[in-house]
């Protein structure tokens, strides 16, 4: 069998030959310019974010249309609202007491991966912050996601050439397969790999040798505490975790409740059409749910309804069904809806205590989401506090939606993003949400200074050879 490189090898070539050329004219274009151009991608985004939402949802089968418009706009317009002044070209400061410059010098080729939950608004973000900082992007979509990116990656490719972008500044992959992924991720030009999907493909991304900047996955657990607003608590969930039918990785996994006020929980989730499932059921749900061959989330059921889910299952459901609960007794392998399930499923918890609710949430947190989410509904400011402390999670959402509040700019002040970083926790190299101000190069002029730190030691103890550790020691703590 012929290696990637034998088979992709001078499609790749001509992939980068021309991002190269478009990185060489990029490079040269200043911050006005720049952002005219990046202006003109948001408005061709914004502009289309109904008919590209319809797209999707109709290719991919996936989640809902009008939801899909909320992420577009959110990947258009409130990004753009984020990184409009943010300076990616030239000075970005100058401290004359310092003597250091900073300058914004743009990366080189992006390899953009698109995933089949969220494609248009991730290919209009990813484009957006590459025009923004002036780096070429390559965008590599789910083949279950081609038409409805390329759609999008095209748009964004005519507004950008029509404020004078280089040729070739967008380009994307009509046949996306694996070995080409693959030969594009370990390509020696390419600059970064924004690496947005399924586990896979980011490890393959992150085995590349390329730098990637990649996601981690979601189990995100929320916590009712016992003084919450337990009516406005059950309802933000369901906003979020009925939103494009559950497809955002930072949307609720679980809900952890205590005791004391288990019963008027489960009463406004009824209220809001909820349903909660007897064992015999939860037994169903979890074999049309999840794949127990690979151990992932059945594919098959991803941004499904809950009523189709449940008919899928043969669970017989109210017909108004918007939420299957799932009652659980443990985490982990053995309770395999404790997982992440991208879908209006929710495993349930009641625990003893706020102790006893804090510890269910670490576990759920470990089992397949570290580093990347928690939320919690509590006005109790010292309980947060403790929550946040002991929870692995790049960010703690309060008294918010989890998908609308992780993703940031709508309930909350975080950085706008469709890339969500967790850590090393998730082997992410950060917990930001991943944004233009990730995709420059940082310049240094250092000019001649005297360091008064060093001024406070007699500078010539550590070039004497007689002098010994000790000596150096205790310098150091007479000058502290």
């Not at 006005?32 to 974010?49: M, P």
């Not at 109904?50 to 992420?71: S, Y």
């Not at 600059?191 to 393959?204: D, E, F, M, P, R």
């Amino acid at each position: 069998m012929a290696s990637a490189e034998t088979d992709y090898g001078p499609r790749v070539e001509t992939y980068f030959q021309k991002a190269k050329s478009a990185a060489a004219i990029f490079s040269q274009l200043g911050q006005e310019q720049t952002d005219r151009i990046s202006l003109a991608v948001r408005d061709a985004g914004f502009n289309n974010r109904v008919r590209l939402a319809k797209m999707a949802a109709e290719e991919t089968g996936i989640g809902k249309w009008p939801d899909k418009v909320v992420k577009n706009a959110i990947a258009t317009m409130f990004v753009w609202e984020d990184i409009r002044n943010l300076t990616t070209a030239g000075v970005i400061s100058d401290d004359p007491v310092s003597g250091i410059v900073e300058i914004a010098q743009p990366m080189g080729p992006i390899l953009a991966i698109i995933p089949v939950t969220n494609p248009t608004a991730t290919v209009l973000f990813k484009t957006l912050i590459c025009m923004k900082t002036r780096n070429p992007i390559i965008i590599c979509p789910s083949p279950r996601a081609k038409k409805s990116c390329m759609e999008a990656a095209r748009l964004c490719y005519e507004a950008a050439l029509s404020q004078g972008a280089p040729d070739d500044c967008v380009q994307w992959v009509p046949e996306p397969v694996i070995p080409l992924t693959q030969a594009l991720m370990s390509h020696k030009a390419l600059a970064l790999i924004l690496a947005t999907g399924g586990a896979g493909l980011v490890k393959s991304a992150y085995s590349s040798g390329t730098p990637t900047l990649g996601v981690g996955s979601g189990n995100v657990p929320v916590y009712i505490e016992a003084g919450a607003d337990i009516p406005f608590a059950v309802e933000q969930i369901f906003i979020s975790k009925l939103f494009d039918n559950g497809t955002i990785c930072a949307s609720e996994q679980a809900i952890v409740v205590e005791k004391s006020i288990a019963g008027r929980v489960a009463d406004e989730v009824r209220k809001r059409g909820g349903y909660f499932l007897s064992e015999q059921e939860v037994a169903k749900l979890t074999a049309a749910a999840y794949d127990a061959k690979k151990k992932v989330m059945n594919a098959d059921i991803v941004g499904k309804s809950a009523s189709e889910i449940a008919a899928r299952a043969g669970i017989n459901a109210p017909k108004d069904v918007r939420m299957l609960m799932a009652p659980l007794s443990g985490v982990g392998e053995l309770y395999p809806l404790s997982g992440e399930i991208l879908a209006p499923i929710l495993a349930y918890y009641v625990a003893d205590d706020f102790d006893h609710a804090v510890n269910l949430c670490i576990d759920l947190n470990f089992y397949g989401g570290i580093g990347h989410t928690v939320s919690m509904y509590s006005n109790d400011e010292e309980k947060i506090k403790t929550f946040a402390m002991l929870m692995n999670a790049g960010r703690i959402v309060v008294n918010t939606p989890s998908a609308h509040g992780a993703v940031g700019g709508i309930y909350n002040m975080l950085h706008p993003s469709l890339t969500l970083g967790c850590g090393t926790g998730g082997k992410n190299i950060t917990t930001d949400n991943v944004t233009a101000r990730h995709l420059i190069n940082i310049q240094r002029i250092a000019r001649r200074r005297d360091n008064l730190r060093l001024a406070r030691f007699d500078t010539a103890m550590f070039l004497d050879e007689s002098q010994n550790i000790n000596a150096v020691e205790k310098a150091f703590n007479k000058n502290s």
